[in-house]
């Protein structure tokens, strides 16, 4: 059966055991994501601590400075980190072809700068897109439901009483306070079922471009969609098969609040806010590294068999 999670499972797990020292590859991976975490935080924690003590005018070029090393570093990350996330795609491929796979395997997503970053942000236009949509959507379909009525009714009493047009705007502004939390609701609601149907669609995008070097962003998402046409249940129940995954992910990240989770329930650890921060945080990125050399491999190679299957190299050479 095409996409059975057992099956699919088993071919990963004999791929990992004839693949040569994965769960080193996997500390690579996951260990230099976490220390460049914990590094940036660390410069993000000293970078504010130097911003307060730059106060007044005098000190405004200096803040400037500060503050742009700041959402620079921040930038960085965020730029560099989904190159280095497709590396770690492109090795899991190699795994599941049964080709030789290493190290430099994680590197594969820079040498492939132009294509990556153009699938990325046409990624990223579509969820961009995707947003404005739900957020017109939502502000439509709130004013269909009984929630609307009250709203409705207040702002037709205010633009009646009121004449002076900056009022008018500060009582609209409170009267529609109460409306936010449906309409986010709503919003919420529009917005999941929208991102669920493009991460179906094109999940497979970033394995297809990786399997095919001289391939495009544009191809990748046509080819992503074409492969999983009629496919979604099926890659659903392998994405069942791994909750128990998922749900260990959720309760390591659960970790890193822990200093607020306690604060909320009154439990003080240290009179130091920043000192139990860091040791929750240091607790989520010992978790999160323990969790991924313990499984990470197996699930990312199980999807890789899953793009196998649908994407043979005998049709490939066809």
């Known amino acids: 059966m095409l996409l059975e999670p057992s099956a699919l499972r088993t071919a990963a797990v004999g791929s990992l055991e004839r693949a040569e020292k994965p769960g080193r590859v996997i500390l690579l991976h996951t260990g230099a994501v976490l220390l460049i975490s914990l590094l940036l935080t660390a410069a993000d924690f000293l970078l504010n601590r130097q911003i307060s003590t730059t106060?007044?005018?005098?000190?405004?070029?200096?803040?400037?400075?500060?503050?742009?090393?700041?959402?620079?570093?921040?930038?960085?990350?965020?730029?560099?980190?989904?190159?280095?996330?497709?590396?770690?795609?492109?090795?899991?491929?190699?795994?599941?072809?049964?080709?030789?796979a290493g190290l430099s395997d994680l590197t594969e997503g820079f040498r492939r700068f132009g294509s990556v970053l153009r699938l990325k942000m046409l990624l990223g236009a579509m969820v961009a897109v995707l947003v404005i949509i739900c957020a017109y959507a939502s502000s439509t379909l709130f004013m269909l439901t009984p929630w609307a009525i009250p709203l409705m009714q207040e702002v037709e009493q205010l633009m009646a009483t009121t004449m002076d047009e900056q009022a008018l705007l500060e009582a609209l502004a409170v009267a529609t306070?109460?409306?936010?939390?449906?309409?986010?609701?709503?919003?919420?609601?529009?917005?999941?079922?929208?991102?669920?149907?493009?991460?179906?669609?094109?999940?497979?995008?970033?394995?297809?471009?990786?399997?095919?070097?001289?391939?495009?962003?544009?191809?990748?998402?046509r080819e992503s969609r074409r492969l999983m046409w009629g496919k979604g249940k099926a890659m659903f129940r392998v994405d069942l098969s791994f909750w128990w995954f998922y749900l260990l992910e959720v309760l390591v990240t659960v970790l890193c609040y822990g200093d607020l989770m306690l604060g909320a329930m009154g439990v003080e650890m240290t009179d130091d806010?920043?000192?139990?921060?860091?040791?929750?945080?240091?607790?989520?990125?010992?978790?999160?590294?323990?969790?991924?050399?313990?499984?990470?491999?197996?699930?990312?190679?199980?999807y890789a068999h899953a793009y196998v299957q649908l994407c043979p190299k005998e049709k490939e050479k066809a």
């Open 273 to 302: 806010a920043f000192g139990s921060y860091i040791l929750f945080f240091v607790l989520y990125l010992c978790a999160q590294l323990a969790l991924y050399w313990w499984k990470r491999n197996e699930v990312a190679v199980t």
């Open 55 to 100: 106060g007044g005018l005098s000190g405004m070029e200096m803040r400037s400075v500060l503050t742009t090393i700041q959402s620079l570093l921040r930038l960085l990350q965020a730029l560099l980190l989904p190159f280095w996330q497709i590396g770690y795609t492109y090795y899991t491929l190699r795994v599941a072809r049964g080709e030789a």
């Open 177 to 221: 306070k109460d409306a936010i939390v449906p309409v986010m609701i709503i919003f919420c609601l529009c917005f999941l079922a929208g991102a669920l149907f493009l991460f179906f669609r094109f999940r497979l995008a970033e394995l297809w471009l990786m399997d095919h070097p001289q391939g495009g962003a544009l191809a990748a998402l």
